[in-house]
């Protein structure tokens, strides 16, 4: 199998060198691109700008904005017979960019955010009957509830539910529900553990092909 792991945080700037970003240290997604190749799979990371390496065997797409990870996904993706969305892209851009770097007036500055396109939800509503797609989500209350309703609206096969203990930490504890709003698997421990579960879970429920 041929598996897209989305990584990292993106960035959205507000001028040439000021951005926006999200808490992220990819740490999740090189876990999934190692548990991945450990199981014999071949591995595309898109991931924004982080400190951690991935696998020398890992093809690693480096990109910076929601819209470079879209556009690099939407070349990728159907060539993959999976796609997993760790990464925390930003949901929101600054309206405009300011060509120079902007000054301080001693006055409140006021942004104007938009939101980005859902790269899960894009690949989700694109994804061929032979494809699958994994969502992650990232809830501090009503997380099963939430979670459900991502699932439907990403339209993914299923949602790996943690929470904000995860940022920047080696461990992790993930709920997995299903379309059927099912918990179908819950595993705590460290990244590498959890990854692997949740490959073994994809391995043996989700490939389409024989
Ligand atoms: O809606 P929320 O950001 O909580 O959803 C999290 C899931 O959606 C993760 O799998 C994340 O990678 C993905 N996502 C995305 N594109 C965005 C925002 C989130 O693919 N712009």
């Not at 808490?23 to 990371?45: F, K, N, P, Y």
Request: charged share 20%.
């Amino acid at each position: 199998m041929r598996i897209l792991i989305t990584s990292g945080p993106t960035r959205q700037y507000l001028d040439p060198v000021r951005f926006i970003s999200n808490a992220s240290s990819g740490i999740m997604g090189r876990e999934l691109a190692q548990a991945a190749l450990d199981a014999g799979h071949e591995v595309v990371v898109v991931s924004g700008p982080v400190k951690v390496n991935y696998p020398p065997a890992v093809r690693v797409i480096d990109v910076e904005t929601t819209e470079q990870m879209l556009e690099a996904c939407l070349v990728e993706f159907p060539l993959c017979d999976g796609l997993i969305g760790a990464a925390a892209p930003c949901d929101y851009r600054p309206i405009e960019i300011a060509n120079h770097k902007i000054r301080k007036t001693g006055q409140p500055l006021s942004l104007v955010l938009v939101e980005t396109d859902d790269i899960v939800a894009t690949l989700g509503q694109q994804k061929r009957t032979d494809q699958w797609t994994v969502g992650f989500a990232l809830e501090t209350e009503d997380a099963h509830f939430r979670a459900v309703t991502k699932l439907q609206k990403k339209m993914c096969d299923i949602v790996a539910i943690n929470s904000p203990q995860a940022i920047d930490s080696d461990e992790n504890t993930i709920s997995v529900v299903n379309s059927a709003g099912d918990v179908v698997l819950e595993i705590s421990g460290t990244k590498c553990a959890v990854a692997k579960s949740l490959l073994g879970y994809i391995t043996s429920h989700l490939i389409k092909r024989p």
